[in-house]
């Protein structure tokens, strides 16, 4: 069974940080893109970055450039990510989703393009 899990989501102060992992299990992710999206009550459902089969490219949202940053270690079978700096905007669940890398990096952008998601995992930020 192909599952994606994420983990290392919880409560930081604004300006913290917090690692997210996605693990996956049930089949390898050398030849899938990554995505993180993020949804808050109310709110749709948003891209935060994306990240292609081999980490060479990545697509990130303007809301979270510069203070978020994706890495795969395929090996491992994992992807992360990194943020730094989380403002009161960015709490929300957070989910990693994976779709089989066939298009360019900037397809994955939506969340529809994705096959696999996972169940996602809590980032709250409040002083």
């Known amino acids: 069974q192909l599952q994606l899990v994420e983990s290392g989501g919880g409560l930081v102060q604004p300006g913290g940080s917090l690692r997210l992992s996605c693990a996956a299990s049930g089949f390898t992710l050398d030849y899938y893109a990554i995505g993180w999206f993020r949804q808050a009550p109310g709110k749709e459902r948003e891209g935060v970055v994306s990240i292609n089969w081999s980490g060479a490219s990545t697509y990130y949202a303007d809301s979270v450039r510069g203070r978020f940053t994706i890495s795969r270690d395929n090996a491992k079978n994992t992807v992360h990510l990194q943020m730094d700096s989380l403002k009161a905007e960015d709490p929300a669940v957070y989910y990693c989703?994976?779709?089989?890398?066939?298009?360019?990096?900037?397809?994955?952008?939506?969340?529809?393009?994705?096959?696999?998601w996972g169940q996602g995992t809590q980032v709250t930020v409040s002083s």
């Open positions: 989703a994976g779709a089989r890398a066939v298009y360019p990096t900037s397809y994955y952008r939506s969340p529809a393009n994705f096959d696999y």
